[in-house]
């Protein structure tokens, strides 16, 4: 026994030796018949744990070996830290002494981390208010902290807990950390490098030895996860460039005694650069060997890079896909001539067998209803395994917008080799959003804003918003529904209806205003995946309202046709949006044309607006972006064009560095007028914030634009363009995407209004 208590510890040891102590008590009873059990001691624990637990019942003849196993069962519920058995007659009675129970968890000192994180994670390891104290799970816990702050570089924190008794046999538990210095990277070095130079190697590395930004990025802080990243990156950066062979030998991470400076070294190995001498196909390619061929990314003549290899057996994979082969298998295997640095590459091929599609299956949609999921689906059940088809339903789901992941699992069926289940594994995200705030912008100052929308209601898939917002220039009040699937072939339906209250972006100081009140409704017909036709129809009625110092032109127009106009414009648009993503592209094109017609009423006039953007990633880490748009509204009916259609330019969105919406005609009074021309170009290089990686989320870019509005009888004249170039940010913040930028006028002319520094959240491009 005593070799027992040495080998499993003070603790066990204490609570074998209670088991022992409590098992020659129970022995030292004289068996007897139970008729009835009484238990002592309990505090918070339910006696019918206890009486659950117990392989003892009344009527039970009680002999030692029924005693001893009681009392391991009862300690091993966890819940006592001592249970004795007596007998009173022939009624048997547990005394017990309950844990304590803890009543709060609390932490001191962690400026690190947020106290609910670490909360959390106690409660994750079994430390939480209302569950039994357990010495042994304090010092885990102690470990677990110490490993987070290691995490963080703060290889000197200490932890120490305290456990404070309180009445009704609770006790408080408090972490106190003091956390320390983080200990910073002193030295990186690369060792074995011959054909590249030691700096260029370390600039692959997210860690290094700081820098000016080191207090945003933390770069000098040390994290084997990142030291892991920035080793990936080194080999494929290697193998990108021939070096087949490259390898690392070792990586020695030395502390200084202080914990306060980290030295890394990385010993490489380069081996020799080969050269593709050529491919080969082996195995079974469905007699389709050239539509494979083409596939080949593999350049003989070229050094040998691995993403090219890579992206060769992922296309070959997919190809077999295409035809229904789930689980092919593609392998390239390089014959390697050491002696002429050359490399030859076979491409050996099996599809195995064809399968079809038994059963799909929806998982991780708690709210979202699965007809609204299934629905997006382009591969059917009982149809064959179709590779494309899978990603594009994967796609289709994942642009919906409701989920924050979205997964394809290919599964085999038991026992039917030519059949697979796809489960479609989707995370939601919160889709219903109330918000009330405050913004502020160069351009419109302050505004109030209210709104509530809900883009999946009840699961259905449906959209529904009421927005409110008033600013300097705009108020607005909106209420829209979108039923995406109103006919089952997917055609889409929308109803607006919306009251606006505008004037000219430039503040004269006076008080006039354009009121617009009106209703629509327009379909979306979808022709191919990413092509969609909007048509509709409303009515809109739009008053110029007189105030101090408003434009002639607008009391000129009012005199003429009436201070109040009414339309009925019919709508008809298109779009085609193959983008990787709409918030933060970095790849694809969007395109957009948007007409109104307005049939009847008192103001007649036709409007168009048409734009284009084209984003072309450069690399992992820099994508060159182009915007053009175009505008062109005509008046109908022998009438000019209503001043209240006008576009407008200038500014964010549009030509920066000029003060918002005052490029173009002006009126008499000076006052911006806008126009029914308008052209926009913009170019930007768009390029990671220091220190965020490839997060997209926040990117600085560089612009340059071009644009102006022009009159109805103006001819469009291109000497007559503004142009501006400068430097931006972008955030895709909590509040919504927020642009700032800082542009220099190039190319202005006398009166124009010129604002360097212009930021708003919402801005497009």
Request: glycine content about 10%.
């Amino acid at each position: 026994m005593t070799k027992l208590i040495d080998r499993l510890g003070l603790r066990t040891a204490s609570v074998v030796a209670a088991m022992v102590f409590a098992s020659h008590a129970a022995w030292a009873l004289e068996p007897f018949k139970v008729q009835d059990i009484r238990v002592e001691g309990l505090q918070r624990v339910e006696p019918g744990t206890v009486f659950a637990s117990m392989p003892l019942r009344v009527g039970d003849d009680y002999d030692d070996e029924k005693g001893a196993a009681a009392i391991r069962a009862l300690f091993g519920l966890g819940l006592f830290t001592d249970v004795r058995l007596q007998a009173s007659g022939n009624v048997l009675v547990v005394v017990v002494q309950e844990r304590p129970t803890i009543a709060d968890v609390n932490f001191a000192g962690t400026r690190e981390f947020d106290k609910d994180t670490l909360k959390k994670t106690m409660r994750d390891i079994g430390l939480a208010d209302g569950r039994p104290y357990d010495k042994a799970l304090t010092d885990r816990a102690e470990q677990e902290l110490k490993r987070q702050y290691i995490n963080r570089s703060l290889y000197g924190a200490e932890v120490v807990t305290t456990v404070t008794p309180i009445e009704r046999n609770r006790v408080n538990l408090t972490f106190t950390v003091v956390e320390g210095e983080p200990a910073r990277i002193r030295e990186l070095r690369i060792v074995g490098n011959q054909a590249f130079s030691e700096s260029a190697l370390k600039g692959l590395f997210d860690q290094d030895t700081g820098g000016w930004l080191s207090w945003y990025t933390k770069s000098d802080r040390y994290s084997r996860a990142k030291l892991n990243a920035d080793l990936e990156t080194l080999r494929s950066y290697y193998l990108q460039r021939g070096y087949l062979e490259f390898r690392i030998d070792s990586t020695q991470v030395a502390i200084s005694p202080d914990r306060q400076e980290i030295s890394i070294t990385v010993n490489v190995t380069e081996g020799e650069r080969y050269v593709v001498s050529g491919v080969k196909l082996e195995g079974n390619y469905l007699e389709r060997d050239d539509e494979f061929k083409s596939l080949v990314t593999i350049r003989p003549g070229e050094p040998y890079n691995a993403d090219h290899v890579t992206e060769t057996t992922r296309a070959f994979s997919e190809y077999f896909a295409r035809f229904g082969f789930a689980f092919a298998r593609v392998q390239a295997v390089p014959e390697i001539d050491r002696e002429n640095n050359r490399v030859v590459f076979v491409l050996q091929a099996d599809p195995t067998h064809r399968a079809y599609v038994r059963r799909i299956n929806v998982s991780g949609n708690n709210h979202t209803r699965d007809e609204v999921i299934r629905r997006e689906f382009r591969q059917y059940e009982a149809s064959w395994y179709d590779g494309d088809k899978i990603r594009l339903s994967r796609d289709r789901v994942d642009r919906l917008g409701f989920f924050t992941s979205v997964s394809v699992e290919t599964q085999e069926v038991p026992g039917a080799p030519d059949q697979v289940d796809l489960v479609i594994n989707v995370i939601e995200k919160p889709t219903g959003a109330l918000q009330m705030g405050v913004g502020f912008s160069s351009a419109e100052k302050l505004s109030l804003s209210f709104g509530f929308k809900q883009e999946n209601i009840f699961g259905t898939g449906n959209y529904l918003g009421v927005e409110v917002n008033t600013s300097k220039y705009r108020r607005t009040l909106v209420f829209s529904t979108t039923n995406p699937y109103f006919t089952p072939d997917g055609i889409s339906r929308t109803f607006d209806l919306y009251y606006r209250t505008d004037k000219p972006y430039e503040d004269q100081g006076g008080n006039y205003r354009l009121i617009t009140i009106g209703s629509s409704m327009r379909f979306g017909v979808p022709f191919s995946e990413t092509d969609t036709v909007f048509f509709g129809g409303g009515l809109e009625q739009t008053r110029i309202k007189s105030g101090t110092n408003i434009p002639a032109s607008y009391l000129s127009y009012a005199d003429k046709f009436g201070a109040t106009s009414l339309a009925a414009p019919l709508t008809m648009g298109w779009s085609r949006d193959d983008r990787d993503s709409a918030l933060a592209p970095n790849a694809g094109r969007y395109q957009r044309l948007n007409s109104e017609w307005s049939v009847a009423g008192d103001a007649r006039y036709l409007r168009a607006n048409y734009q284009y953007q084209q984003y072309v990633p450069l690399n992992k880490r820099f994508t060159v972006a182009f915007n053009g748009e175009a505008g062109l509204g005509k008046g109908l009916n022998g009438r000019p064009f209503p001043v209240f259609k006008n576009f407008y330019s200038g500014g964010l969105g549009s030509v920066r560095g000029f003060d918002q919406g005052t490029l173009g005609p002006r009126d008499v009074t000076g006052a911006s007028l806008g126009g029914p021309k308008k052209i926009t170009l913009n170019t930007e290089l768009l390029a990671p914030f220091p220190g965020a990686g490839n997060d997209r989320t926040l990117r600085l870019f560089g612009f340059a634009d071009v644009g102006n509005v022009y009159a109805e009888n103006e001819t469009i004249r291109l000497r007559e363009m503004r142009a501006s170039v400068g430097l931006g940010l972008s955030w895709i913040s909590p509040l919504g995407p927020l642009r700032l930028g800082f542009a220099q006028p190039v190319r202005k002319f006398p009166g124009d209004r010129i604002q360097k520094l212009q930021f708003q959240i919402g801005t497009s491009f």
